[in-house]
């Protein structure tokens, strides 16, 4: 049996095509870029824990490892929304998050 398979689609291609693609992309690339700007502002030591989470209506959410590490970035929060507004990158808030899995 001979089954025709459809093209080959770059992700890039298919998430053009797609409105909830292309916003979901959107929102992942916004996201990349706050954490690209303030990863200079996150102590060597602390910067294998922290990740971005989503940005959705003008909330961004920083993804920790564990709560020592939450307790510092609370404490460089000002900076980041420093740096981000000095870019052009502004949010409303940013949410600490905590993974509690182990």
Known sequence: MNARQAPAVSLLHASQANPVLSRL???QHEAQQRMQAIMPLIPASLQPHVHHGPLEDG???LLLSNSTTAAKIRQLLPDF????RSKGLAV???RLKVNRQK
Request: charged letters at 15%; aromatic letters at 8%.
């Open 59 to 61: 909330n961004w959410s």
């Open 81 to 84: 929304e420093t740096c981000l």
């Open 25 to 27: 992309m959107s929102m």
């Open 92 to 94: 409303k808030s940013i």
